[in-house]
């Protein structure tokens, strides 16, 4: 019976491999919390869970022959590291909270801030990833052979490689999605608890059958393997190239297929799919095991090759990823297919490198390893050294080599330590009659690596996973519409590829130039324009007395510039990319060289904590994170985050949001307002670019001074910035007012909102992406095009009367094509062409706009006498549609006939609650 027990250690090593997943994924999201989302920060959090791992099995493994049964040593350690991931979330609060009390007196972004925070962080992971890294050598030391058997090196690694892809998916597509992060770590844990009690009780029940003679043979001292330093040495700078190049694919990768969490989890999984497979590869074939320090160097020399080959194909990856996709019909059942084509393109672009990469390991410890008690300690050598090899390769990569020598000449650099470590082992092994001819082929494959064309800009800088059209027919129509985008500024910086892309005017569309980031656009010189600026001037002009202001992302500099065309105030901007800093002096002329401006303190650093931790109180914080589905945005977003926003404003203060409805379901809009409104219960919702809105929130009604607005919208230098997109009076501004905070609070509803802890958006907003949806609900409730009797707007006009100037200041900003709110404009052209029909401008502006069609009003006259109520309701929605043209909150209209025809159409079927519902409607409208 309990020899068909003697896979079940395999099973546990699975499972163990899936939870260190799991831990990895919700320690990194709650230290990223603590430390900020930059890229510093996720180099100390990768670097303290590899040293732990690498610190517990140099550790652990040396001791591993001490466990009389390591199987029971291995519970005992699976045992401590569940307990400690159940009690996690408790234990990160605490320590955050401690240390933000005992650092409050030191200088934000000082050392001592930094080197406290890095430092507390890594203890915290200490503890449980010391213990992972002994799991290992432990279990090696259980299936440990005789003199004359064979390591399980390869099968143990294939199990714990297979594990971790499931856990990278299961956390990134079920558990933190579904349950949050403090529920995903409590549940793993005892999971994970209960898998290391399984381990204990089977190693006690376990009785393993030994010769006196295989014992004896097993406790001979035997002398170090000669060759042991060198292969160490090897292991670890395999070890460090890996990390290059998974961080430099994580990176191109983010272009082609968009850097939502899923596209990572994807990556991250198709990488360890590789190395399963390569551990695989190994366990059937055995001719590979045979000499494996010969096979240690080919597949060293092997990883650079096949990298080398591949090198011209990456820049091909986007259309690639275009043409595929544009195969799919965008739907949310065909969502699961986008994955798995992300997932595929991910694993053939990774695949033999990695597969190589996954014999590495098993072959270095066999090549070193000795039998009996001493497999422990030479694996754990061996796990640590390679594991030790990706700490320094993370922390290079990420804070010098890409940011110095970018994307490419970081794959260069590590294909030349993949060769120059297979040559050594060439000349360590006993190859003697393949040595120079193998060597030979190295370099020559190493000179071919500079002969290789190089990478353009522009194929790295627009990403085409949001493209909806099909691609274009072939790689040479590719180039030709890249060509036409010109690159006045690209730079691979630690954390993100950075560009400033211009386009050339043509007949339907202006010159533009766009600030991409990860291939997405987050800003621009022309269409963005409108929100950009009115970011700043919507608060500033509600709250004159503001000077403070906190600006969260710095983007193209525009909405900075706009904030300081006022006199008396002083910007405090956020900006966590440096690349992004450097981007912004491409807009100087849009900005106003608001970088060279000494009233703006530019600081570089992650948003989260600067409003966790600063001191300063501030009048205004403009919050215009990216989009929701970037992994990372949500964090701005959150619960948590509106709450350190409101900690740092003024009392009296206001927060603006910008949030979208492309890409985005009323749902997902909604979790975003109802999150804000969980901190600043009134909401106002502005309209900006196209479907872009701003949300000012406070929490108190807003009491704005129209005249002061006025007063402070004739300054020269907000009269000019205003100007810039058509908005040249308080009634074009207060015009652009959509919906006043009942409504808001109406729509928001009840229901989910987004926390730190069940990050929604983060995980829900991908597929709104994909599928291309629309927030038409939120949009289509615009109160200007169906009462808003409570909008700044209407309050403003009922003192003042709608006179030809004003008319035509509303019509000039809702015809700006960056703004375009055709209903509006008709609504106003309309009246104003009947009351100044001389007024060649508006008739242009209105000949301009599309008509609508005209209402058959014969029939009112033809059919008055019907008793069909179908027929009546039929003529009432007539005449509203006729009223509804010239109607808005702005030019009331007389509805009372529409009103006469759906009361009779009700007296003749009162039981239709269609008929009642449009009724309420109408009376909505009426005044």
Not at 73 to 96: C, D, K, N, S, T
Not at 704 to 732: G, H, K, T, W, Y
Not at 815 to 832: F, K, Q, S, V
């Amino acid at each position: 019976m309990l020899k068909k027990l003697h896979s079940l250690p395999f099973v546990f090593f699975i499972v163990s491999g899936a939870c260190g997943l799991v831990y990895e994924v919700a320690w990194a999201r709650y230290l990223g919390l603590f430390l900020g989302n930059t890229t510093l920060a996720h180099m100390c959090v990768l670097a303290a869970f590899m040293g732990g791992l690498a610190a517990g099995s140099f550790a652990l493994g040396a001791a591993a022959w001490k466990f009389k049964r390591p199987l029971a040593a291995y519970g005992w350690l699976e045992i401590l590291i569940g307990l400690y991931a159940v009690a996690f979330p408790f234990l990160i609060q605490r320590v955050q909270t401690a240390t933000f009390s005992a650092l409050s007196g030191a200088e934000f972004g000082g050392a001592t801030w930094l080197v406290s925070k890095l430092g507390v962080s890594a203890l915290t992971l200490l503890l449980p990833t010391f213990l992972m890294g002994g799991t290992f050598p432990i279990l090696m030391r259980h299936f440990q052979p005789s003199s004359s058997g064979e390591d399980k090196a390869e099968w143990l690694y294939l199990t714990n490689c297979s594990g971790a892809v499931v856990g990278a998916l299961l956390a990134g597509f079920v558990f933190i999605p579904s349950f949050g992060l403090s529920a995903t770590l409590r549940d793993v844990g005892l999971a994970n608890t209960l898998l290391g009690a399984a381990a204990v009780a089977l190693a006690f029940a376990w009785t393993t059958e030994r010769s006196a003679q295989t014992e004896m043979e097993m406790e001979e001292p035997q002398a170090p393997n000669p060759i042991a330093r060198p292969v160490y040495v090897a292991i670890a700078v395999s070890g460090m190239a890996a990390m290059v190049y998974e961080l430099v694919w994580i990176r191109i990768f983010a272009v082609t297929l968009g850097s939502s969490t899923y596209s990572f989890t994807l990556m991250v999984a198709a990488f360890i799919t590789g190395l399963a497979l390569g551990s695989l590869a190994l366990g059937l074939i055995p001719r590979l095991r045979e000499k494996p320090l010969l096979a240690f160097a080919l597949s060293e020399i092997a990883i650079g090759v096949t990298i080398i080959v591949s090198i011209p194909l990456y820049e091909k990856l986007p259309y690639t990823f275009w043409q595929a996709s544009s195969l799919l019909r965008q739907s949310p059942e065909s969502m699961w297919l986008h994955n798995a084509l992300k997932y595929s393109l991910c694993f053939a672009a990774m695949a033999i490198p990695t597969i190589f990469f996954g014999m590495t390991l098993p072959l270095a410890i066999k090549a070193v390893a000795r039998p009996g008690r001493h497999i422990g300690k030479d694996s754990g050598f061996i796990y640590g050294a390679n594991t030790a090899g990706t700490l320094f390769g993370a922390a290079l990569t990420g804070l010098v080599f890409i940011p110095l020598m970018g994307l490419r000449h970081s794959l260069e650099l590590a294909i030349l330590a993949n060769m120059a470590t297979g040559v050594l082992l060439l000349w360590c092994s006993d190859a003697r009659r393949f040595r120079a001819l193998l060597t030979f082929g190295a370099i020559a494959a190493s000179v071919l690596l500079f002969t290789t064309p190089q990478w353009r800009p522009a194929g790295f800088s627009r990403g085409t996973f949001r493209e909806r059209g099909a691609a274009p027919a072939s790689w040479t129509e590719y180039q030709q519409v890249v060509s036409l985008l010109k690159v006045c500024y690209y730079r691979e910086d630690g954390g993100s590829n950075v560009a400033v892309l211009a386009t050339d005017a043509t007949r339907n569309r202006a010159a533009e130039k766009t600030l991409f980031i990860d291939g997405k656009a987050d800003g621009s010189a022309y269409g963005d324009m409108p929100t950009q600026i009115l970011l700043s001037h919507l608060p500033l002009l509600f709250k004159p007395e503001a000077k403070d202001v906190l600006m969260v992302g710095l983007g193209t500099g525009a909405s900075a510039g706009s904030a300081l065309c006022y006199p008396d105030t002083h910007v405090d901007c956020v900006e966590i990319s440096p690349a992004v800093v450097e981007s912004a002096r491409h807009f100087s002329e849009y900005n106003k060289s608001v970088l060279d401006n000494p009233r703006m303190t530019l600081i570089v650093e992650d948003a989260r904590t600067l409003v966790a931790i600063t001191k300063k109180k501030y009048d205004v914080i403009v919050s215009e994170p990216s989009n929701p589905w970037v992994a990372g945005m949500g964090n701005l977003f959150s619960l948590e985050y509106f709450k350190s926003t409101d900690r740092v404003l003024k009392p009296g203060g206001v927060i603006v949001q910008w949030f979208h409805t492309y890409e985005m379901s009323d749902e997902l809009v909604s979790v975003i307002v109802r999150t804000m409104r969980e901190v600043f219960p009134c909401v106002y919702v502005f309209h900006g670019s196209s479907d872009d809105y701003i949300a000012l929130g406070s929490r108190a009604p807003l009491e704005p001074d129209f005249a002061r607005m006025e007063q402070r919208m004739r300054a020269p230098s907000v009269r000019r910035d205003l100007d810039r997109i058509s908005v040249d009076s308080v009634a074009a501004l207060l015009g652009l007012q959509a919906l006043s905070p009942a409504n808001v609070a109406r729509l928001a509803g009840r229901g989910p909102i987004n926390s730190d802890d069940l990050p929604v958006l983060e995980y829900r907003a991908p597929l709104a992406q994909y599928i291309n949806a629309k927030a038409s609900q939120w949009k289509g409730s615009d109160e200007r095009l169906w009462g808003g009797r409570d909008l700044f707007s209407v309050q403003y006009l009922a003192g003042r009367p709608l006179d030809k100037t004003t008319s035509r200041s509303m019509i000039r900003a809702y015809t700006d094509p960056r703004i375009w709110r055709t209903n509006l404009a008709l609504a106003l052209l309309d009246n104003h062409t009947s009351r100044w029909p001389d007024d060649a401008w508006a008739a242009n502006k209105r000949l301009a706009l599309t008509p609508g069609a005209e209402t058959p009003r014969e029939l009112m006259t033809a059919f008055a006498p019907t008793s069909d109520w179908r027929l009546v309701e039929r003529l009432a929605d007539h005449e509203v549609a006729a009223r509804l043209r010239a109607y808005s909150a702005f030019t009331p209209q007389d509805f009372s006939p529409a009103m006469k025809l759906l009361d009779r159409a009700i007296a003749l079927n009162p039981t239709e609650d269609r008929l009642k519902y449009k009724r309420e409607q109408l009376l909505r409208m009426m005044p």
